[in-house]
């Protein structure tokens, strides 16, 4: 997937900057998808050259003028081509992984702390996510949601890494708890 498929699907949601989209992209994609906002704002241009979005310029008394970016029918086209073509399975590439693989070998402290770290992390991205899914949810309950709601598909991938985050952060911490008792008993002998 290119970064130009996931500023296409996070600009279906409504006209934004490149400011809000830099925020909207940390909230709603950035559970699948990383971008630094200057790789967002140069994006946007390469597909406003190609006719995939069109900005349009906001005269604003107090502050600078802004340009918001909207999909052109062009970008649904391009985005309808992306989700016809087959997807490459999934996988992990995680430095933390590499750690943890030589922790017995290299030392376990700086790895433990790292793990604590990512866990905090998740912990802070599930409350973030939870809270989107609410948002999304308003009054109705997840399955009337899921059946009815107006942007299943966005709803869906904040699970997706709702239940991601969870993991992560479930092994973060057991990992740290082996190594730490691991730890404890190699300083016993």
């Known amino acids: 997937m290119a970064l130009r498929h996931a500023v296409l699907a996070a600009l279906l949601d409504d006209e934004y900057s490149g400011y809000q989209l830099a ?7 950035a559970n ?18 190609d006719g995939l979005v069109v900005g349009r310029e906001v ?7 802004k340009r918001l970016f909207r999909v ?26 590499v750690k943890v693989q030589t922790a017995d070998r290299v030392g376990t402290g ?9 866990a905090a992390a998740a912990g802070a991205k599930l409350e ?17 949601y899921l059946l009815r709601g107006e942007r299943v598909g966005r ?4 699970l997706r ?12 911490l057991r990992t740290a708890a082996v190594l730490r008792e691991r730890q404890q008993t190699d300083a016993e002998r």
Request: glycine share 4%; net charge negative.
């Open 32 to 49: 699948f998808w990383h971008a630094l906002p200057q790789q967002l704002y140069a994006e946007l241009a390469r597909l406003e050259a």
């Open 23 to 29: 925020k909207a992209f940390d909230i709603s994609v």
């Open 161 to 172: 890494g709702l239940a991601f985050e969870r993991e992560h952060r479930d092994w973060c």
């Open 110 to 118: 700086p790895v433990i702390e790292q793990l604590e770290q990512r």
């Open 72 to 97: 052109t029918e062009a970008g649904r086209a391009e985005l309808e081509r992306f989700a016809e073509a087959a997807s490459k399975p999934s996988s992990i590439r995680d430095d933390l992984l």
């Open 59 to 65: 005269v604003q008394e107090t502050r600078p003028n």
């Open 128 to 144: 973030l996510l939870g809270k989107l899914l609410d948002n999304m949810r308003g009054d109705t309950d997840e399955a009337e």
């Open 155 to 158: 709803y869906l991938t904040c």
